[in-house]
């Protein structure tokens, strides 16, 4: 289901996560599973950087592919596509822009209606994500995949087709997910989060969301209706340890590649969250890391 808000400049935010009736096992590697987990003081000495936290300067580096989904409920997508952003960045890729909506045609059942967090997991590294713009290998312009599609019939049939072969140029490498329990959750995001491997995540959405308390989501308490990639976080120490740092997927864009302008959510497009609210979707969804991303079999295509 996508349901639909409004933010505070009047445009409309999409959402369109939806809750599997039972979530799957053995999809991908939880993890804890592969990776060493980080000790607090491990992780505190990653996030602060001389004296300062690191999430803000990763704020400012990452806000130039802030996308914007507008209407269309495509979140599962919009997320996947930042992380493997953040991924590709930290890989030193060239930064193509890549179509959301191609993989949310793909996994909406042809409708907008939302999609499960874990067929876009799936998706994401079984098939791939398709370039926004389409081209030749010598660089011939071949069409640009509109930002509001969301089923293939909206879509010029020689697109489609360049899409689809395509697509295998943006994969993740292997998206591990993340313990069920608080322990085992709260250190993993901690440990992935310091190591700068992105989040994709499920949080609740209500008409109070619209607007940061103090630089903080709010968010409610149901099952998780809108999907966001958590892209680092801030060091508090205690029990919750850091506070993920959530980057949505409502604008505000730097440039209209990555979607309609708009004066945006947020603080630029992120806010933060409490250990608490991160974990509370959790039970109801698979969240997952992303490590890596296939290497691009094309010459660099800008």
């Known amino acids: 289901?996508?349901?639909?808000?409004?933010?505070?400049?009047?445009?409309?935010?999409?959402?369109?996560?939806?809750?599997?009736?039972q979530l799957p096992k053995g999809l991908f590697k939880s993890f804890d599973s592969t990776f060493k987990l980080l000790e607090d003081a491990e992780v505190k000495g990653l996030l602060i950087e001389n004296?300062?936290?690191?999430?803000?300067?990763?704020?400012?580096?990452?806000?130039?592919?802030?996308?914007?989904?507008?209407?269309?409920g495509k979140c599962n997508a919009s997320a996947f596509v930042a992380g493997l952003y953040q991924v590709r960045g930290n890989?030193?890729?060239?930064?193509?822009?890549i179509a959301d909506n191609y993989m949310y045609w793909n996994i909406n059942g042809g409708k907008d209606q939302g999609s499960l967090l874990h067929h876009g997991m799936v998706f994401g590294k079984e098939t791939g994500v398709a370039p926004r713009q389409l081209t030749t290998r010598d660089g011939e312009i071949i069409g640009n995949i509109d930002h509001l599609a969301y089923n293939k019939r909206q879509v010029p049939a020689n697109i489609?087709?360049?899409?689809?072969?395509?697509?295998?140029?943006?994969r993740?490498?292997?998206?591990?997910?993340?313990?069920?329990?608080?322990?085992?959750?709260?250190?993993?995001?901690?440990?992935?989060?310091?190591?700068d491997f992105p989040i994709?995540?499920?949080?609740d959405v209500s008409n109070n969301s619209m607007r940061l308390n103090r630089d903080y989501i709010v968010s409610g308490?149901?099952?998780?209706?809108?999907?966001?990639?958590?892209?680092?976080?801030?060091?508090?120490?205690?029990?919750?340890?850091?506070?993920?740092?959530?980057?949505?997927?409502?604008?505000?864009?730097?440039?209209?590649?990555?979607?309609?302008?708009?004066?945006?959510?947020?603080?630029?497009?992120?806010?933060?969250?409490?250990?608490?609210?991160?974990?509370?979707?959790?039970?109801?969804?698979?969240?997952?890391?992303?490590?890596?991303?296939?290497?691009?079999?094309w010459n660099s295509i800008l």
């Open 51 to 72: 004296g300062e936290q690191r999430y803000l300067k990763l704020r400012q580096q990452r806000e130039y592919c802030m996308i914007n989904q507008d209407s269309v």
């Open 221 to 297: 308490r149901g099952m998780g209706n809108h999907a966001s990639l958590w892209h680092s976080a801030k060091w508090v120490g205690g029990r919750d340890g850091v506070h993920p740092d959530l980057k949505n997927s409502w604008g505000p864009t730097l440039s209209p590649v990555y979607g309609p302008p708009s004066q945006g959510w947020g603080n630029g497009g992120y806010g933060l969250m409490t250990m608490e609210q991160a974990f509370h979707c959790r039970q109801w969804h698979e969240f997952y890391v992303l490590t890596g991303c296939t290497e691009d079999g």
């Open 200 to 203: 994709v995540m499920a949080w």
């Open 172 to 195: 993740a490498h292997e998206p591990y997910t993340l313990p069920e329990d608080w322990a085992g959750f709260r250190q993993t995001v901690m440990t992935a989060l310091a190591l």
């Open 91 to 97: 890989n030193g890729h060239d930064q193509h822009v």
């Open 160 to 170: 489609m087709t360049a899409a689809n072969e395509q697509a295998a140029r943006f």
């Open 1 to 21: 289901m996508n349901d639909t808000f409004t933010l505070p400049d009047g445009t409309k935010a999409g959402t369109g996560n939806i809750r599997p009736d």
